[in-house]
């Protein structure tokens, strides 16, 4: 990628998660003066400061956190400080989307434009994903019998495109002293009410498929880890639907082969954490940060709306998680089992993990 271009190459590198700045672009070319005009304005110092947190914390977890319990990956369910790294990524490069696409439509720039440098960049990133968790290209050419697909970089390289694609075909630049709609304290969403009925639908798909979809030899709904749990009765079970999907449309040895419930719970079955079903949770994270954006741009200087928005949006998030938990508990009658299982599951990205990591940055933020 250095040789064909060395500047695109570490522009994508350095801001592959997106520009906290107000006004910073997502690549490509601007208008005469733009980037004067970018490179004299101040950057959003919150979410600055936000991402410096989270690489803090990954560059920590990653070197052994200390051997902190909670500064270890949770082997399936549970939730601990090093499963809430990935999540406000996603948030972050959410929130970035959202500012930097308004600044460019703003400065005159065409949406397809935009679009061609949004596929591109997230093909160069889905490309530098394969290449980082396929390390055996330095024995000589990738083989692609055993390629692992799925991975981290990939995963924000998908979620980058639908959610940066969904805004600019919906987007409306925030205007300056004006409100998009004849309800100021809502003009932050209902102008954009497509994008959420986009979103709605494609998380009732991810529950249609999580819990309805006939997986060969397991229970519908099954959320476990396979091997040893649920008593052993599902060995072959690992991640259920998730899982499936990704068998069956990536192929067994196209997906990671040791998971971390291999230790506790004795798994045969391959399973990546970052498979396909779980893309589409990554994507609401994304929304949600690029609603947190817009909140940034239509409250402008209104820190008191700013905050308020924010606490307001957390409460919600977590009451629809504990709805989430209590409904399936009251259909299934198995208190504990469903409740643990759709509590916090990190490995599968589920529906009650994004809603608590979403209030949880919102704090930070």
Sequence with gaps: FRKM??????????????SPSRTD????????????????????????TFRGLALT???????????????????????????????WFVFIMGTSVSLS?????????????LLGKVLWRSLLLFLIGLIVINPNYCLGPLSLDNLRIPGVLQRLACTYFVVATLELFFAKPAPE????????????????????????ALEGLWLCLTFFLSVPGCPKGYLGPGGIGSFGNFPNCTGGAAAYIDHLLLGGKHIYQH?????????????????????????LMAFLGLQGGKI???????????????CVWSIIMVSYKYCLVY???????????VFWQIWLKRNEYFLSYNKLNFSSLKDHT
């Design 259 to 283: 998971p971390s419930s291999n230790v506790l719970y004795h798994t045969t079955v391959p399973f990546d954490p970052e498979g396909i079903l779980g893309t589409i949770n990554s994507v």
């Design 101 to 113: 696409l308004s600044a460019m439509l703003r400065r005159g720039c065409s949406k397809w434009q």
């Design 25 to 48: 672009s997502i690549g490509g070319e601007f208008p005469i003066g733009a980037w004067n005009t970018a490179s004299s304005l101040p950057r959003l110092r919150s979410l600055d």
């Design 296 to 310: 940034l741009l239509f409250y402008k200087d209104q820190h008191k709306q700013i905050i308020l928005r924010f």
């Design 327 to 337: 409904t399936i508990f009251i259909n299934s009658f198995k208190l504990f089992v």
């Design 57 to 87: 914390v990954m560059v920590f977890v990653n070197y052994g956190g200390g051997k902190y319990w909670f500064f270890k990956h949770q082997s399936w369910n549970g939730l601990t400080i090093a499963d809430l790294v990935f999540p």
């Design 5 to 18: 271009d060395p500047r695109e190459t570490d522009r994508l590198i350095n801001s592959e998660l997106g």
């Design 177 to 200: 002293n004006s409100t998009l709609t004849s309800y100021p304290a809502l003009q932050d969403i209902l102008p954009y009410w497509p994008q959420w009925l986009f979103m709605l």
